[in-house]
């Protein structure tokens, strides 16, 4: 079975149904922010095994769908967030929320996306926590190859000109035997009295 950092929902199993209750002035207790859905999920994930390293690789991009409900009112949005990278920190990860607040209840919304908020500071254990499974992969493939010694690094490069030259005269060499040999045995049929040696 797949390891679960493979599949791409174990990043949306740490993010989807995280609630963010309001804490500005006058808003305490009136509503909260739930990340719903994280989709639309885009980049790449690898794992390199180069030089004796292993390294895990990963860029990716998503975006969250999110809802507020503030004094029994209920709007949604989205969240885009980009430039997820193996090891990044806040600053690497860009998060936007394309939405202009139009009344005081989304102003106070807006802010729990700001750079320096709770949704920010959640997301950032959540793909700290993904890189973590990420690199647990090892125990699943990457260990054997070490273990196996298929790892280890060769101490002469592979000419791969010079192999198909080999190769090449190889194949010529075996030719001209062949051609040899029946050069032999049509001479044999035709004079059986006749001995021939090479």
């Not at 790449?44 to 990963?58: N, S």
């Not at 607040?101 to 926590?129: C, N, Q, W, Y």
């Not at 699943?140 to 490069?157: A, E, F, L, P």
């Not at 035997?177 to 021939?196: G, I, L, R």
Request: proline letters at 5%.
């Amino acid at each position: 079975p797949p390891h679960p950092a493979t599949n791409p929902d174990c990043l949306a199993d740490q993010i989807e149904g995280t609630e963010f209750p309001l804490t500005a002035k006058g808003f305490e207790g009136r509503g909260s922010v739930k990340l719903t859905r994280l989709r639309e999920v885009a980049g790449h994930a690898q794992i390199v095994y180069f030089q004796g390293k292993t390294r895990f690789l990963f860029d990716l991009s998503f975006e969250i769908v999110w809802v507020a409900d503030v004094d029994d009112k209920k709007f949604k949005g989205r969240l885009d967030v980009s430039d997820v990278i193996q090891d990044g920190d806040e600053d690497d990860v860009n998060m936007s929320a394309p939405f202009n607040p139009k009344t005081d209840a989304h102003a106070v919304v807006k802010e729990l996306f700001t750079a320096d908020g709770p949704v920010k500071a959640s997301l950032m254990d959540s793909i700290r926590s993904f890189q973590a499974e990420f690199q647990g992969l090892t125990e699943q493939g990457i260990g054997i190859h070490r273990n196996t010694g298929t790892g280890v690094r060769s101490k002469r490069r592979v000419d791969l000109n010079k192999q198909a030259a080999e190769a090449e005269a190889s194949q010529q060499a075996a030719r001209q035997a062949q051609q040899q040999q029946e050069a032999v045995a049509q001479m044999t049929k035709q004079n059986p009295n006749c001995k021939v040696t090479l």
